[in-house]
């Protein structure tokens, strides 16, 4: 799904001014990272796409507009969001659910994803019996499962380890390469932007506003694990920090 | 294994050296009595005492009877609760309004209120159940209250981005979420609307344990008091070991619930 960002500005109703005049343009199917300091509104932007911000105090210009149906949209968060009280299947076939999929399919779908992110064998858990790592490729099947044509991902994989983050940033890229989903992807870690993205987008600081793009012209399919410490990687790295250097620098000192 | 054969043991004794103190201090196994049995009783009079309440076939009418207004106060004080609690919850201003209201008649001792609660219902069991639904009806209502305020908001917006709207947010995050906070104050909605059941016996009534007690302790028959007071006590622990149980059952999903 295309998404298309036309001088989007957004304050507060209290006053903080979060995102100021941001452009983008998103390819159907692209992978989108968006990169910036602490605090620069990456999230809120998901959210504004997303149609999860309360008007009442958010106070919004300029236009969001998307190829396709709200409905077809997927949202992996920060934190994993399942339902608690819901077993691992369940919790995979809530969007199913949602959607008015049959009992039977919605199993069918639910244990293929499981198996595709890796937890055959973990359906009856319930989350809190699971490793944070777990329970994240437990949302993230829960977002595919119903096979969204755009999918939000906010920071999904910064409360994890070194590993583990590693293990499902290749896993979140072979999946992304068998599906036609388009991601925006935010993150603070240049890293992780330059292993999974086709292009970043470098937001300065508050209020957030494109700084500038970057394409990252590593082919596809790509394993982070090789690419990690090649020599184009560490090109990119050293391009994309001399833009970035400030805004995390200028951020530290407000 | 081990530990837990251990562990009854040590209980079965405890319990057992109880009963036979409270014989021995009462005058039991031929000794001169430390407390006249009139004050304190005697076990070997009180199951004695049990099994003559029982055999007459009044023990099981008067436990039904309690028991049948216990479990109506329950029953009408959860459903109200609920419905109260996630009406308060859903129109917040609502519930602003009535606060002071609620919190006052919370803060009343329900119990001093038997009275007046048998002078308007009567000493059938019309009053009894009032006074068991009025206390378990707002452990109940603020539990729910609590509940539908302290829903994740991150699950609301999770079953929201999938497409949900306010019924699947209701269904899925909301509903689950209140009766998690209502099934953990079961245990305690137990015990109260027995408490209440057997207190508006006390005041006003025709038949029960509580009636029945009352009536022996105007006629100094303290066996029978004390009979009573330890079937009321099988009678609670069984009712929370139960109610501990369903607690269990529905809430196994929690953190520190039992693995598989």
Known sequence: ?254 | MRRALTLAAARVALIAFVFVAWEAVTGGFGLRPLVDPIVLGRPSLVFADLYEYARGGLLLTDSVATLEAALAGLVLGMLGGVGLGLAFGYWRTVADVFDPIIAGLNSLPRVAMAPVLILWFGLGIASKIVVSFSLVFFIIFYNTYLGVRSVDAELVKAVRVMGGGRLAVARFVLLPSVFSWIFAALRTSVSFALAGAVVGEFVGSTTGLGYRMVIATGLLQTTRVYAILLLLMIIAVSLIAIAKRVEERLLRWRPGGPLE
């Open chain 1, 1 to 254: 799904m295309r998404v298309e960002i036309e001088a989007l500005s957004l304050r507060f109703r209290n006053g903080v001014e979060v995102l100021r005049d941001v452009d983008l343009s998103v390819g159907a199917g692209e992978f989108v990272a968006l990169l910036g300091p602490s605090g620069c509104g990456k999230s809120t932007l998901l959210n504004a796409i997303a149609d999860l911000l309360d008007p009442a105090l958010v106070e919004t210009r300029g236009a969001i507009r998307l190829g396709g149906d709200r409905h077809e949209l997927g949202y992996v968060f920060q934190r994993d969001a399942l339902l608690p009280w819901r077993r691992v299947r369940d919790n995979v076939e809530l969007g199913l659910q949602i959607r008015g999929v049959a009992a039977r399919e919605r199993r069918r779908r639910a244990d293929e994803l499981l198996a595709l992110v890796g937890l055959s064998g973990f359906e009856a858990y319930y989350p809190h019996q699971l490793s944070g790592g777990m329970r994240q490729r437990v949302a993230l099947a829960r977002t595919l499962a119903y096979d969204p044509q755009l999918t939000l991902m906010d920071e999904p994989f910064g409360a994890l380890d070194a590993q583990n983050r590693l293990i499902l940033q290749a896993e979140l890229l072979r999946i992304w390469e068998r599906t036609s989903t388009t991601v925006l992807f935010v993150t603070h870690d240049l890293a992780e932007a330059i292993l999974l993205a086709q292009r970043v987008v470098v937001l300065s600081r508050r209020p957030g506003t494109v700084k500038r793009v970057y394409e990252i012209p590593l082919p596809h399919p790509r394993d982070p694990f090789e690419l990690r410490g090649s020599a184009e990687f560490t090109r990119l790295e050293g391009t994309i920090w001399s833009t970035l250097r400030d805004e995390f620098r200028d951020g530290a000192r407000q």
